[in-house]
């Protein structure tokens, strides 16, 4: 056997063990799928000290629209500035859209001021969550709220049982309660390896809000 013919046989060898490999695989997750027969919206949490849990959200709720959907959002924290998410989907005709009033922010804590403003923005997620129109629930970085004991996870945890069955609701936050973490059908942590910020890179309008 010459020199090229063995190297030809030892390539062969390796596709056909790779071909092995990939339809073992795919078989894998066939009967996944084919197992996975349920049909209904689901939740979802993000949580975790990285970037990205709320662009997830919002990227998320962008493929809701592209099919359609109607969606809501609470954005649970007040900045100092309009975001581009809101700017972007707040005209949005199948975006109901709302910032919490005049409570919560990074800078200013204002206990009272906060509560009130967190009960404010609960009584307009409990009518997206009850509202069979709407397809796709964003509750932006309501973890915060049980966090400070502004709200509680319970309501929350009832709430997303009794919705219309075919509603999606992402949640995001850094930390989450325990019963909040167990309830959920999905549950992604952002983990955070690096950041600009801590490498004095000035947080930037399109990046950061």
């Given at each position: 056997m010459t020199k090229a013919s063995i190297t030809q046989s030892t390539e062969d060898d390796v596709l056909a063990k790779n071909e092995a490999r990939l339809l073992k695989k795919k078989e894998v997750v066939d009967k996944r799928i084919a197992a996975a027969t349920e049909e209904r919206g689901v939740t979802i949490l993000l949580t975790g000290n990285g970037k990205g849990k709320s662009s997830s959200g919002f990227g998320t709720m962008a493929r809701a629209l592209g099919h359609?959907?109607?969606?809501?959002?609470?954005?649970?924290?007040?900045?100092?500035?309009?975001?581009?998410?809101?700017?972007?989907?707040?005209?949005?005709?199948?975006?109901d859209f709302h910032v919490m009033g005049h409570g919560f922010t990074w800078e200013t804590r204002n206990p009272e001021l906060e509560k009130e403003a967190a009960e404010q923005a609960w009584e307009l997620a409990k009518k997206v969550l009850s509202d069979p129109s709407v397809h796709f629930v964003l509750l932006d970085e309501v973890t915060y709220m049980y966090k400070y004991g502004y709200l509680n996870e319970g309501d929350l945890i009832e709430a997303l049982a009794a919705r219309p069955a075919h509603q999606n609701v992402m949640m995001t936050g850094r930390t989450a309660p325990r019963a909040l973490l167990d309830s959920v059908d999905t549950h992604s942590k952002v983990g955070n390896e690096r950041h600009a910020f801590a490498n004095g890179v000035k947080a930037q309008v399109g990046i950061e809000w």
């Open positions: 359609g959907q109607k969606c809501a959002v609470i954005q649970f924290i007040k900045g100092r500035k309009a975001t581009g998410e809101q700017l972007f989907f707040g005209e949005h005709p199948l975006v």
